[in-house]
């Protein structure tokens, strides 16, 4: 009876097990299904290296004029500019030395804004295997997406650097005849005294306004002048007035003094988001000038949505170009 019975329930288990294994699958799976982010460990930093790949092999127009600097944590960067003390007298025998005051001009503030995007795969692509395929393909449309962004962001600091609308700390716009200086100075100008296109003669005048240029107390300050901002409407006039032994567009046997001196030995920046056809601009060597200020740097991210089963991905980062010293362009609207 015992080996009857031991008999049976060995023939019962063993009818049962393949029922107990499926229903024990079965609720694994309902308890934590296969989802799509059970993929990110793979998937993730392959669209890392797309977007890298493509984010920094471009060629960044920016970085010609503006200068990344890192912000301070908190949600706008203002900086203060200064002005010093004028020019020492000459002090007569006898007499003690005259005190001067210095002060704060104006404050310029960078409030940042946060730039990003983003897209999502869905479970359908992962099962039918093409979520590396098509998530690398929009891993590089993201980073254009992104580079573009920060080119146009600072492109528009000269788009808008005539109008009255965006100005600086110091309440006029980036190239102007009246910013103002500090006690006695009056007014300061970084703009071409009459509007002109771009040629030999026009450029000249500005390097002559460049080399004039002082301070916020009036003392003469040597400005270096860099290398002309031309969008590429003018790219091949800059060409020709940096580059030419002789004077261009002239029969007269004359030097090229902007070669011969030396000047403007930096390579023109063409920038392609310039609106503009007929304004240009001379980038100089003044401190606090143009600048993309960094609060966040770029990061990549990749997370899982339960209700949907979709994996999605999103880049982002935070910063604002502007400009603290107003020295840092003369330019014309031109003609």
Not at 93 to 103: F, I, K, L, M, R
Not at 177 to 206: M, Y
Not at 324 to 329: D, F, L, M, S
Request: glycine share 8%.
């Amino acid at each position: 009876m015992g080996t009857t019975k031991r008999l049976l329930t060995s023939v019962i288990r063993f009818l049962l097990a393949p029922l107990a294994a499926y229903a024990e699958r079965y609720l694994l799976c309902w308890a934590n299904p296969m989802m799509s982010t059970d993929f990110r460990s793979i998937v993730a930093p392959i669209l890392n290296d797309a977007f890298d790949g493509r984010y920094e092999k471009r060629k960044d127009e920016w970085k010609m004029t503006h200068e990344q600097r890192q912000g301070i944590p908190r949600s706008y960067h203002e900086e203060p500019v200064l002005f010093g003390l004028g020019a020492a007298p000459e002090i007569p025998d006898g007499e003690p030395v005259p005190y001067d005051t210095g002060g704060e001009l104006y404050q310029a503030r960078y409030n940042y804004k946060v730039v990003g995007t983003a897209y999502a795969m869905t479970r359908i692509l992962v099962e039918d295997g093409d979520h590396i395929r098509i998530g690398t393909m929009f891993a590089g449309e993201a980073a254009d997406a992104m580079a573009e962004t920060k080119e146009t962001k600072c492109a528009n600091n000269l788009n808008r650097s005539f109008n009255a609308l965006f100005p600086g700390g110091d309440g006029v716009s980036l190239v102007n005849t009246a910013h103002p200086l500090g006690p006695g100075a009056g007014f300061g100008s970084n703009q071409l005294a009459v509007a002109a296109a771009l040629s030999q003669t026009s450029a000249e005048q500005l390097l002559i306004q460049v080399r004039n240029a002082f301070d916020d107390r009036g003392k003469r300050i040597r400005l270096t002048p860099l290398k002309f901002v031309v969008s590429p409407s003018n790219m091949f006039q800059a060409e020709t007035i940096v580059k030419s032994v002789l004077r261009p567009d002239t029969a007269n046997n004359a030097i090229n003094a902007i070669k011969s001196m030396g000047l403007l030995q930096e390579e023109t920046a063409v920038i392609s988001r310039l609106t503009s056809t007929t304004a240009w601009w001379i980038k100089t060597d003044a401190p606090r000038g143009l600048t993309l200020m960094m609060r966040r740097a770029l990061s990549k991210e990749m997370q899982g949505d339960f209700e949907t089963d979709s994996t999605r991905w999103r880049c982002s980062e935070r910063y604002e170009p502007f400009w603290t010293v107003w020295r840092t362009v003369f330019g014309t609207a031109g003609v």
